[in-house]
């Protein structure tokens, strides 16, 4: 029986208070993806590596993004391929495969890459990755791509369903979204490490919905039926052109209109990837108990 030695590459300025209970024995080593100098000693002896740097903070300066995600990326790669590193497993996002304009549509990996997805906040920075990950393994190195999109866990750290539930009117946008849920993704994630193809990408997506029908079922298992207002598509993108209102909320209204909607079946035949219900997401989150204090009360013996 084999065992790995996990090592965990963090920035010094990192809260590491999440990350300590799961990898109690882990290798924590520090570093900054942004500074190649200082991560490159630890890909020595490193037999496999899962790239996942990145940020989902929308509020960033796309310049900042395009370095951490692309830049940060190149160097993480170089480092792999110096140090012989077998295998990488490379996170990228689901907006590099592409976005639909119509809810009776899904992406795949077969579809070619739309310029107009540069607009969008993480498409861009990402292409780019995919661009030096295509360089890297035209020259050997071994490179699997898994490409999310909006990955949920119980704690609700993103905060969507606590955003959800807050006051009593719900303003949403048109279009849809994909919701993923986490265990499913790191099951898929080793599983490309052991039979991923080299220079493949590997969509990891969930049940595709529109952001009116998940804001209407998270309120209505929260007890706060009701009161989702959509915002009309023309005034959101007026509302991001215009700069207006903070930068989150901007580029958040950026994707008034269009379809996150996408297509796992190469996932699912390679890698074993399952995608878990909505609405069996949404159980388990308020399940956890994280979302007490957003929630209405419920009576006794409500379900």
Avoid at 87 to 107: L, M, N, Q, W, Y
Wanted: aromatic share 6%; net charge neutral.
């Amino acid at each position: 029986m084999c065992t790995a030695i996990l090592r965990c590459l963090v920035r010094p300025t990192s809260d590491r208070a999440r990350l300590a209970p799961h990898v109690a024995d882990a290798d924590i080593v520090t570093g900054d993806v942004l500074d190649a100098a200082s991560i490159e000693p630890h890909f020595r002896g490193v037999d496999v590596c899962f790239h996942v740097s990145g940020t989902v903070d929308m509020g960033r300066p796309r310049d900042e993004v395009d370095r951490l995600i692309a830049g940060g990326g190149r160097a993480v790669l170089e480092h792999c391929r110096r140090h012989g590193v077998a295998k990488v497993v490379a996170v990228s996002t689901g907006e590099t495969i592409g976005v639909c304009r119509r809810p009776d549509d899904a992406c795949d990996e077969t579809r070619p890459f739309d310029p107009r997805i540069e607009a969008l906040y993480f498409g861009g920075p990402y292409h780019r990755l995919e661009q030096a990950i295509a360089e890297h393994v035209q020259g050997g190195l071994d490179v699997s791509m898994v490409n999310l999109l909006y990955v949920m866990d119980a704690a609700d750290k993103t905060g969507l369903f606590r955003r959800i539930l807050g006051g009593k009117r719900a303003p949403t946008i048109a279009g849809g979204i994909s919701l993923s849920w986490i265990d499913d993704i790191t099951a898929a994630m080793i599983a490309a490490a052991e039979r991923g193809r080299p220079g493949e990408r590997y969509m990891l997506a969930g049940e595709n919905a529109t952001w009116r029908d998940i804001f209407e079922r998270v309120r209505r298992r929260g007890g706060r039926p009701g009161g989702v207002l959509r915002v009309p598509t023309a005034l959101a993108r007026a509302i991001a052109w215009l700069h207006l209102g903070p930068p989150a909320l901007r580029e958040m209204l950026a994707y008034a209109g269009v379809f996150l909607y996408y297509d796992c079946a190469k996932a699912t035949r390679e890698l074993g990837y399952r995608v878990t219900p909505l609405d069996q997401i949404i159980e388990q989150v308020f399940a956890a108990g994280e979302l007490a204090g957003a929630a209405a009360p419920r009576a006794a013996g409500q379900r």
